[in-house]
């Protein structure tokens, strides 16, 4: 069965700083890869997806996310986070009978 | 286009009632699914669905039915509700290739 780990379970950063989220997943298979983020009280949006080519994606509001296959990782960085990316950000992968698995989710605190 | 809506946004049940979170989407998408998420577990797969008159069992179905008459809704009920399902319920519906989730219902079973 597939399965998705994410270590960080709450990050306090403040503004400015640099930000990596770790995510490996258990998946022999062709997998697709997505972060999604859950702003306070909101549901959640993709925030980036992997399906093929480029191992570096780029997603909205500066994220990008690199998968190395080798590693099992698909971690989720940004140069420079400010206050308005605290939310809790989730890891998922998608197999070939398009079950999707989550993550446990990592809280992410920017102080201002 | 509204989306993956969700009704209603809040319940709050005594032990043993029922009830049915009500989820529709208006995308024309075969796959639609309902999660649990609780603090420390991420969402959790209840119920699933391909497309209309299918649907299968996720990671944690005990204590919740599904159906799916007609390709938009897909309603998750709740039989004998226990404090155990107080949780935030998400559905969500698909293309394959992406998960587009509605608001969530906030469900305390007391």
């Known amino acids: 069965a597939q399965s998705v780990s994410q270590h960080n379970h709450h990050v306090i950063l403040s503004e400015a700083a640099s930000l990596e989220l770790g995510c490996n997943y258990s998946?022999?298979?062709?997998?697709?890869l997505f972060w999604y983020v859950q702003y306070p009280g909101q549901h959640l949006q993709l925030l980036l997806k992997y399906f093929s080519g480029d191992p570096l994606v780029k997603g909205i509001k500066g994220f990008e996310a690199e998968f190395i296959k080798s590693k099992f990782s698909f971690n989720l960085r940004k140069p420079s986070v400010q206050w308005s990316d605290t939310a809790e950000y989730f890891c998922?992968?998608?197999?070939?009978?398009?079950?999707?698995?989550f993550g446990t989710g990592t809280s992410l605190t920017v102080i201002p | 286009n509204a989306g993956v809506t969700q009704t209603p946004k809040f319940q709050v049940l005594k032990t043993g009632q029922s009830m049915t979170l009500q989820c529709a989407q208006d995308m024309n998408h075969e796959y639609m699914s309902w999660y649990r998420q609780d603090p420390g577990m991420g969402l959790r797969l209840i119920h699933y669905s391909v497309g209309a008159g299918i649907t299968d069992q996720g990671e944690v179905p005990n204590g919740y039915n599904v159906s799916r008459s007609t390709t938009e809704d897909f309603p998750l009920r709740l039989l004998s509700a226990a404090p155990s399902q107080t949780s935030v319920y998400f559905c969500?519906?698909?293309?394959?290739?992406?998960?587009?989730f509605g608001p969530g219902t906030r469900l305390t079973v007391l």
């Open positions: 998946y022999g298979g062709t997998v697709n």
């Open positions: 998922a992968v998608i197999n070939t009978g398009n079950q999707f698995y």
């Open positions: 969500a519906s698909s293309t394959g290739v992406s998960l587009y």
